[in-house]
């Protein structure tokens, strides 16, 4: 992996990407953030060495320079999932990547179902603790001790001071933001309903299909990372309606303004 990190550093390098502050993950529907970005470079993802490329439909699949709030940024336009038919290492590289060009802070952004009753359609999520349902750790392969420590404490994976400024943010922007529990499953396909039963015993608040991993590897590297879901279906399993992926699309993309301020102001403040 050494090989290939260094390799993927030194082609970004010299497309421009120099000096990154801030590193942005956004997810499903939630690409138009770089609408706000003043870009001085962009790249597709199959042009760049070794980097996975986004292979669902509405994930665009560019990494993107510029700057935002002040601060010159790397913006992922468009993840990578277990699902895909990738490894939990090819879902972080970009993680990895981010830290090998320099930056400082991580967010993320992510489509999940609201397994809490109190929370609703449209409404934005702040993850304050997460659980992972998805099989495995990206920190289980031979060599882990070489990129940082293998054993990584997660007591507070999101960071308390921009999960804080997120907070301040919001309340001052009048705009409604939960807090709670990610759970992060494989998918790609919906839960049940005795599943989202049990996402809510074991204390779930909202269940999706990624960013679990990228924040265990930036836990790793000792990179400050926050993460906001925006809700797109209500996971009521008593009155469970079949789902329509195209609604979710809709639905993250009316959300999307309110994230994009949050994120936008935070940027500046981290």
Known sequence: ???????????????????????????TGLGKLVNHVDIEVEV???HIPYFPTATVEFHQGKLIFGTLG?????????????????TLQ?????????NELG?????ISNAAGA????????????????????????????????FGERFVDMHAPYNPRINSLIKEIALREKINLHEGVYAS?????????AEYRYLKIIGADAVGMSTVPEVIVANHLHI???????????????????IDVQDIIATAESAEPKLVRLFSEVIKLV
């Open 1 to 27: 992996m050494k090989e290939a990190l260094q390799k993927t550093t030194e082609y970004l390098i010299e497309k421009g990407f120099m000096q990154p502050e801030i590193g942005i993950v956004l997810g």
């Open 115 to 146: 397994i809490n009753k109190e929370f609703k359609k449209g409404d934005l999520m702040l993850i304050d603790d997460h659980i992972n349902l998805q099989g495995g750790s990206p920190l289980a392969f031979k060599g882990v001790s070489q």
């Open 90 to 98: 090819d879902v972080t590289y970009p993680i990895r990547i981010m």
């Open 224 to 242: 400050p990372v926050a993460a906001i879901s925006v809700l797109t279906d209500e996971c009521d399993p008593d009155h469970l309606q079949p």
């Open 103 to 107: 930056v400082k802070k991580i967010l």
């Open 44 to 46: 597709s993802y199959n």
């Open 70 to 86: 002040g601060k010159k940024v790397i913006v992922m336009q468009g993840r990578f999932h277990l699902y895909e038919g990738y």
């Open 185 to 193: 499953v494989l998918g790609p396909q919906l839960e049940t309903r």
